[in-house]
């Protein structure tokens, strides 16, 4: 099966390099000639566990080349739509432009039937402009359009492909769903079901199923900010919730609020969506309001920590990305925090594992950026931990004693026990956690090397 993948970005270089390894023969067009260039020296322009390797022993194997030539299309049996769908400026709109852009390049190249798929997230209805776009530009050849959306989560996305819960095929045309369904064989086997419905139907099932994630996100933070009220637990109240088999317990972990390119992004599109069909999503709409409210009262919580001020007071972020295990600070909750808190006067040092090449662009020029989460502990009032990276689990009394000059630990993510922490003298803060009485006593600040020659 030859299949031909528009877009070198995340979706399109992990779903190239997964087709490729489970038989098809992949070619990835990427135009932007900085990504292109490094691609074709071996260099991912993302970073994804485990894709580096998928696309080396699948281009040694002759089943994946990039190119930057649009006439990679021709003779494709499938050409896939994964270029960007950002977010139109103001409005909240998907911007379609560059998937109508691909779709305008792609049709004079066409040199037989083709079945053309969208796997970028598309508002309901795209799959119906482009298949009339196809006819109208290319009446000479038999074009099936298709919707397949992905339903990939970053630092997990070779796995949720090659064993996905569902495969979702969108389309009217018979070509198309028996192409699509030769192609994903080897996953029908091992995978969850493959389901075949309308164009339309799959379109909305990539928006539905983000936004109830991201719905159900901001109700668990929601009962977080209800057990802080009521001194309740909601460590507890998860447990409780997600042994109902009709509930789950995945994607109840209360936080600063969610981030990445993908709920804040497919949220805001299914709010206008829903408003330009006359059937107002009002849920989506709150958890949209819900969540933006949230990342920016996180960094309230650390003012309120100081009494209402936190000037001159050295705060140490400990989490840049929008969740562990990528490099990806887009929408992230710490962005929001540091800008508040910099605005207000404290002096913030951050560090993160991968995130801090690219949170650097973000961060006002004012913030330390550190290379260990020790260097950025140095002197610190009060520790913020952001993202749930492993290495933060790890952190020690020991190390934040030997760092911190205060005793402030606000756990964003309920990753540290609480009442060891307490007992060890720190004035720890989680979210939904019974607060403690402890107000830790501060000791005065001393350099490092004063320290050290106790
Ligand atoms: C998401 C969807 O999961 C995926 O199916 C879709 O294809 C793309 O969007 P992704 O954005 O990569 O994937 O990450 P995900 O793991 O879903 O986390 C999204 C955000 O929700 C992160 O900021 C994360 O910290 C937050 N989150 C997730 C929580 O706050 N609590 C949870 O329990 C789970």
Redesign the pocket.
């Known amino acids: 099966m030859r299949v031909t993948m528009i877009g070198g970005g995340y979706v399109g270089l992990v779903s190239g390099a997964c087709f490729a390894s489970i038989g098809a023969d992949v070619t990835i067009v990427e135009t932007d000639p900085a990504r292109i260039g490094a691609l074709r020296k071996g260099m991912l322009p993302i970073y994804e566990a485990g894709l580096d390797d998928l696309v080396a022993e699948n281009l040694a194997a002759g089943r994946l080349r990039f190119t930057d030539s649009i006439q990679a299309v021709a003779g494709a049996n499938i050409v896939f739509l994964a270029v960007g769908t950002p977010a139109s400026r103001g409005d909240g709109h998907a911007d379609l432009s560059y998937l109508f852009d691909a779709a305008e390049q792609v049709a004079p190249c066409l040199t037989g039937p083709t079945v053309l798929v969208t796997k970028s997230t598309v508002p309901v209805g795209t799959g119906r402009r482009l298949g009339a776009l196809m006819a109208e530009r290319r009446p000479d050849l038999c074009i099936c359009v298709a919707a397949n959306p992905?339903?990939?989560?970053?630092?997990?996305a070779i796995e949720?492909f090659l064993h996905p819960d569902r495969i979702i095929i969108g389309t009217s045309s018979e070509a198309a769903r028996s192409a699509l369904a030769a192609l994903y064989e080897p996953l029908t086997h091992t995978g969850g079901p493959l389901i075949n419905t309308q164009v339309e139907t799959a379109e909305l099932i990539k928006y539905a199923?983000?936004a109830f994630?991201?719905l159900?996100?901001s109700f668990?933070?929601e009962i977080a900010d209800l057990c802080e009220k009521l001194d309740a637990n909601v460590d507890d109240t998860v447990i409780g919730l997600g042994l109902d088999r009709r509930i789950g317990p995945?994607?109840?972990?209360?936080?600063?609020?969610?981030?990445?390119?993908?709920?804040p992004k497919?949220t805001q599109a299914l709010v206008r969506i829903a408003q330009d069909a006359g059937a107002p999503a009002r849920l989506v709409e709150t958890v949209v309001a819900v969540n933006d409210a949230r990342k920016a009262a996180m960094a309230g919580r650390v003012i309120t920590a100081f009494g209402g001020s936190v000037r001159g007071r050295r705060i140490t972020i400990l989490g840049l990305t929008?969740?562990p295990g990528?490099d990806d600070v887009r929408e992230?909750?710490a962005i929001t925090i540091i800008h508040r808190l910099v605005e207000e006067g404290a002096i913030v040092s951050a560090y993160d594992p991968m995130g801090i090449n690219h949170a650097r662009f973000q961060l006002p020029s004012r913030t330390r950026l550190c290379e260990s989460a020790g260097a950025a502990l140095e002197g610190a009032d009060a520790v913020v931990i952001v993202?749930?990276w492993t290495e933060f689990r790890a952190l020690s009394i020991a190390e934040l004693r030997a760092n911190m000059r205060g005793r402030l630990i606000i756990d964003l993510r309920n990753i540290l026990d609480a009442e060891t922490f307490r007992a060890a003298g720190f004035n720890y803060r989680g979210i939904g956690r019974p607060s403690s009485v402890c107000e830790a006593q501060e000791e005065p600040y001393m350099p490092l090397r004063a320290r050290a020659a106790q």
């Open positions: 992905e339903f990939l989560r970053e630092g997990n949720d199923a983000n994630l991201a159900k996100i668990i933070n995945r994607f109840l972990q209360p936080g600063p609020g969610f981030g990445g390119s993908c709920f497919d929008f969740k990528t992230s909750p993202t749930e």
